[in-house]
Structures are given as structure tokens and as C-alpha cells.
């Protein structure tokens, strides 16, 4: 249920006052005939039936995935795949929580798609930004506050989000800004409860149009008990409502064999071929992302196998997923006879004094990563190491600024532009042999002594978000310590979910 859009009759008068004038013209039978809902965990004081929603004659519904940067709709899971079963078309929403704090609307972002996962599905709308709120900021603060929002999320899934508002909160909050047509509107507007009628004329925002209309948050559909809310498409099909498939197809992503990954420690927030393995072998969706529904087909399939169903890939899970190959026995030489005592043999020669080695040539320290498809939305240590060969800002996040830089150097190198790491690039970026060696330090023998827990952040945060293959913003939270207590389980120590000098020795050592 949605903050604040309750149909009062003031909330009406302003909407009409604010619009310029009386209810526009009908909705046409055809292009304005796809109808569906919305739902968070309000609607769910009995279980939905989205098989009767279809027969409804819904054709598409938004679920509250997220609400600031750590509430999960606890339904949002089971909603998604029931929706997917029933044939409609899907897609997950936010509630935005605006605020002062530094860094919290990319935050909530990165929160928001490490719950949905890119959402690249067949019938996947595109996601949803609902603002309804200020935090307290100004519009000029709200205004680069969202900003930053769509354009985390847009990074991570390459899809370009819808915003969801009304007219009195956009005028008002949002200094009825301008720079957001870009984007397709989400427009609550109350004036007709059937929605028979077009939304009044006079659009915030500079936009000529909405895309979605929500008419209604009083609604009656079967397979839903109580109110909901009540939506309109501007398009002719469902196919239409799903665009914005930017990211390339995951089928082309290089996978290797599970084997290849064995030991790895995935949890919400991974990315890449590694996960995109698991989850065509636990039967998710491969789109390789490490979302809310990976870990609950995760959940099962450790149920399933009788192992501790922790949601993540721990020592038990990669036994199950990728067991070891028996030893072959190793065939015992027959029993030679025993020879005559030899003559006793002349002193033999001195031998030479061995030539001094030369310089062990090394391999460049891209040669690890060598053929790993790296896009905009992978995470680790591969991406540090590219964004060290780039000479950008590293943070262990493929994002806008290292693509960017990406492109500046296939330019340079006369490589076809791509911007992500295909075989040409990494030929120049990773040749064979460079120069001898430097020995080589552990990156966490420097934090052995930094205790860390909840609240904690800086520098030894994002270090151990990089080594926990989560991530790394450097700020402790909830899913910092998830992962940490899942490495905790599988090394068999204390569940503490705080980091001491345990834990880091068993990160330098890899025991």
C-alpha cells in the first residue's frame, strides 16, 4: 500500500486544481487496454492467487521488492515466481527513502537490485522507482538524490527505470523538474476510480505523457483479497511493456564447467559466470546475478541434498554441486628380484657447479582474470585488477567511469569499441611475460589487528567485501555480515558475524 495517495477529496481538489482543467478523453478499447495491479506485503493477509489474477484479465503487476536500504518484502520472492507461472508480465518496484546520509541513494540502489537481480527475464518490466517522500531535502537535493538512484540502477541491470509519483508531490517536492522526461512516468492520478477515462491533461514534470497510470488503490480482482491498487499500460501489448533489455544476452557469457568455481563463496550481491553456473545447476534463473531468488532455489536445493540450507555456496554446497573425482588407485610395480652386490664403482666425477636461474619471467597480473567477460555490473578482483591496468579509481565495481575508461583504451589500442573485456582487449591487456616478479604481499595482512562489525567502514570494509566476493562499499551492513558469518560456517569457526584476527588470518592463509 502506497504512502499518502489515499483518494480524499482534497487530495482530488488539488489533483484537478494542479492539472489545468477537467478529465480527459476516453480510453480507447485498444490502445490503452492492458490493465494490471500492484502489490506489496499489505495485500498478502491471505495468500495471492495470481493463476485467478490472470483470468481476471490482468495482464501485468508491480511487486515492492525493497524499502530503503535494508527492508525486503518478505513476499516479494514468491510473488515473482508465482507471476512468472501465471504468464503475466512482472516487475519489482522500490519505495525510496530519501536522506541526508552520504551515499545512501546508491545504497538503496545496490540493496534494491541485489534483492530483484538484473532482471532480464522474458516478461521482466523495467524497474520501478516510487518516490513519495522528502527526507527533508530540498528539491535541489531530492533532485540529485534520485538522480543518482536511476542512475545506479541503470548501470547494474542496463535497464532504464520507471519513476513512479503524482503531480501535487513532483510540483512541490521535486520543484517540478524537467530533467526526467527521459525516463517513461508512473503517474498516480485519482480523478477516475474506473479508469475509463485518460488521466487530466497537464503533465508534471515537462512529460507529455505517462507510460503507466494508476487509477485506483481501491480495486477488487479475484486472487486478491481486500483493496489494491489499479493500473493502466499506454501500449497494445505486453511486449511493449517490457522493453529496455539493454544487457547483452547471458548466453554469452563465457560459463566454465562448475568445477571451475569450486570453493567460491557466492552470496546476495555476486555476480558473473560463476553464479550464472550455479544457477542452471540449482535451476534459477541464469541471468548471473546473486539475488533474493537465488538464494531461496539455493535454500531448496541444499534442503534437497540434506545439507544446511544457509543460502549461500559454503563448503557443503560446492561438495554436492562439484564433488571431488575419485582418486584412481595408484598401481603398486611388481616385485623385482633382488640383484647380485655390484662391484664397488671408482669415485665418480665431480660434477659442474649448476649456472646461476635466470629471472623467472611473470605473468601479467591480468593473466589470472585472462577471458572473463567484464561489463558494466561485475564485481571483484578481477575488475580491480582492470581498473588498475586503466589507471582509474579502484573500488572493485564495473561501472559507468570504468567502462568509460575502457572504451578511451580499446580507442588507443585501435580495438573495436565495446567496452567490455572480449578476446582482442584482453590479448593487449594481458601479453604472456612482463618483467621479473616483485614478491608478493597479502593485501589483509595490514588490517590483522582491525576488528570490524556492523557500522564499521573504510578501507579494511571494502577489503574484506572484496575478499567475501560481495560488493564493496566499504560500509559494514546487513549483507556484509550475512556473508560474514556464511565464511565463518564454512571455515567452522565462531558465528560471530564480527571480523577478528581469525578471520583475516584465515584470509591470508586460505585455510
Known amino acids: 500500500m502506497r504512502i499518502g495517495l489515499a483518494p480524499t477529496a482534497l487530495s482530488l481538489a488539488c489533483a484537478v486544481a494542479l492539472s489545468g482543467g477537467p478529465a480527459g478523453a476516453a480510453v480507447g478499447s485498444e ?151 527521459g525516463y517513461p512516468l508512473f503517474l498516480a492520478d485519482y480523478h477516475d476510480l474506473t479508469g475509463t477515462t485518460a488521466p487530466l491533461p497537464g503533465m508534471p514534470g515537462g512529460w507529455t505523457t505517462w507510460t503507466f497510470w494508476q487509477y485506483s488503490d481501491t480495486g477488487q480482482v479475484p486472487g486478491v483479497s481486500g483493496p489494491v491498487d489499479m ?18 544476452d547471458p ?95 671408482a669415485p665418480a666425477p665431480k660434477p659442474a657447479p649448476k649456472p646461476a636461474p635466470s629471472p623467472k619471467p611473470v605473468v601479467s597480473p591480468l593473466a589470472h582474470y585472462k577471458g572473463q567477460l567484464l561489463r558494466v555490473g561485475s564485481t571483484g578482483p578481477a575488475v580491480t585488477a582492470l581498473q588498475r591496468a586503466l589507471r582509474v579509481d579502484v573500488d572493485g565495481q564495473f561501472g559507468p567511469l570504468t567502462r568509460a575508461a575502457l572504451l578511451r583504451w580499446q580507442q588507443a589500442h585501435r580495438l573495436p569499441q565495446t567496452g567490455v573485456t572480449d578476446t582482442r582487449t584482453w590479448a593487449q591487456l594481458a601479453p604472456s611475460a612482463a618483467t621479473t616478479a616483485p614478491k608478493p604481499v597479502n593485501p589483509f ?12 567502514t573504510g578501507p579494511a570494509v571494502a577489503a574484506l567485501q572484496h575478499a567475501l566476493r560481495i560488493g564493496a562499499d566499504g560500509q559494514f551492513g546487513p549483507l556484509t555480515r550475512a556473508a560474514v558469518l556464511a565464511y565463518q560456517q564454512s571455515k567452522r569457526l565462531p558465528m560471530t558475524g564480527i571480523v577478528t584476527t581469525v578471520i583475516w588470518d584465515a584470509l591470508i592463509t586460505g585455510h
Open 31 to 181: 490502445r490503452f487496454r492492458l490493465t494490471g495491479v500492484d502489490v506489496s506485503s499489505y495485500q498478502h493477509s491471505t495468500s495471492l492467487d495470481w493463476t485467478k489474477v490472470k483470468a481476471a484479465g490482468q495482464d501485468f503487476a508491480f511487486v515492492k521488492a525493497t524499502e530503503d536500504s535494508g527492508y525486503t518484502n518478505p513476499y516479494f520472492a514468491a510473488d515473482w515466481t508465482g507471476l512468472g507461472a501465471a504468464g503475466m508480465a512482472r516487475g519489482a518496484y522500490h519505495f525510496a527513502r530519501p536522506s541526508f546520509t552520504p551515499g545512501s541513494a546508491a545504497a538503496q540502489a545496490r540493496y534494491f537490485v541485489s534483492v530483484t537481480g538484473l532482471m532480464q527475464q522474458p516478461g521482466a518490466l523495467a524497474p520501478m522507482f516510487d518516490l513519495e517522500e522528502t527526507g527533508g531535502l530540498t528539491p535541489s537535493q531530492l533532485i540529485a538524490w534520485s538522480q543518482t538512484w536511476l542512475d545506479t540502477v541503470q548501470a547494474l541491470t542496463g535497464r532504464r527505470p520507471v519513476i513512479y509519483t503524482y503531480a501535487y508531490f513532483w510540483r512541490t517536492a521535486m520543484g517540478d523538474s524537467h530533467a526526467f522526461t
Open 231 to 248: 493500473d493502466r499500460f499506454r501500449g497494445v501489448s505486453v511486449t511493449d511493456a517490457t522493453w529496455g533489455h539493454t544487457m547483452p
Open 445 to 456: 595482512t595490514r588490517y590483522r589487528t582491525t576488528v570490524l562489525k556492523v557500522g564499521a
Open 251 to 345: 548466453g554469452v557469457v563465457p560459463v566454465l564447467p562448475l568445477s571451475a568455481y569450486t570453493g567460491q563463496l557466492l552470496t546476495i550481491g555476486s555476480v558473473g559466470p560463476a553464479v550464472t553456473a550455479v544457477q542452471q545447476a540449482i535451476g534459477a534463473d541464469p541471468d548471473g546475478a546473486f539475488g533474493q531468488l537465488t538464494a531461496a532455489a539455493l535454500r531448496t536445493f541444499q534442503t534437497a541434498h540434506g545439507r544446511p540450507a544457509t543460502g549461500v555456496t559454503d563448503t557443503a554446497t560446492w561438495a554436492v554441486l562439484a564433488p571431488a573425482p575419485a582418486a584412481a588407485p595408484v598401481p603398486q610395480p611388481p616385485r623385482a628380484p633382488v640383484p647380485a652386490p655390484a662391484p664397488t664403482p
